[in-house]
């Protein structure tokens, strides 16, 4: 492309983005009909004029403006995990130490967030240093219906069984007494026996508690 085409082809992309909702984390290949070279200029660009955000390669945000952070909001780390997914037609879910924090078994923001996916496997490294990781795992492990347990499970994998406190078990009670008894004891199949027992103790003893 000639470079005296850029400033057209610029306007085509800025208007395209602007009829995307604020919030939207977009990609660069939804502009597939401009030349890569061009393209890449162009969204340099308008990243500079603080139009859109780069948050990693080739996977921008049109910026949103938050009126309580008084500042642009920053997508989750599930929330750009979740696009990508999107993007690829895959299911994600979260794991490790990223399903302990969001379950509350650790305070700590972890810096990369590890989620297991039918998709391709790989670390995207972003522009605040911030990592999102997709392990490849079987069906058995996304066959979870309910979000909840799927998390209490993985949580407990990342423990391990040698690792459980009296802290973690007033955890998994607190979080095992908010799901159906029946869903529970559906997806309680899809976990190692260990765990199986474990939550059903832990339902037990909700139970005698009242």
Do not use: C
Request: net charge positive; hydrophobic share 40%; glycine share 4%.
């Amino acid at each position: 492309m000639n470079r005296n085409q850029i400033p057209s082809k610029a306007q085509q992309v800025r208007t395209r983005i602007n009829t995307m909702k604020e919030g939207t984390i977009f990609f660069s290949d939804v502009f597939e009909d401009i030349e890569q070279t061009a393209l890449h200029i162009i969204l340099s660009r308008l990243v500079h004029q603080n139009f859109i955000i780069r948050l990693g390669p080739g996977i921008y945000l049109l910026p949103r403006f938050s009126k309580l952070l008084g500042s642009y909001a920053s997508p989750s780390l599930e929330e750009i995990a979740k696009a990508i997914s999107a993007k690829e037609k895959s299911r994600i879910i979260p794991s490790g130490s990223y399903a302990m924090y969001k379950l509350g078994f650790t305070t700590q923001v972890p810096t990369a967030a590890v989620f297991l996916t039918d998709g391709s496997p790989r670390r995207l490294v972003l522009e605040d240093g911030r990592a999102i990781v997709f392990k490849r795992t079987t069906a058995k492990n996304l066959s979870f219906q309910n979000p909840t347990m799927q998390l209490l499970v993985s949580s407990l994998k990342e423990i391990g069984i040698d690792k459980i406190t009296e802290e973690h078990r007033l955890i998994i009670q607190n979080v095992v007494g908010e799901i159906q008894e029946e869903e529970m004891k559906r997806d309680a199949m899809l976990a190692p026996y260990w765990i199986r027992t474990m939550l059903f103790q832990a339902k037990e003893t909700i139970h005698a508690a009242h």
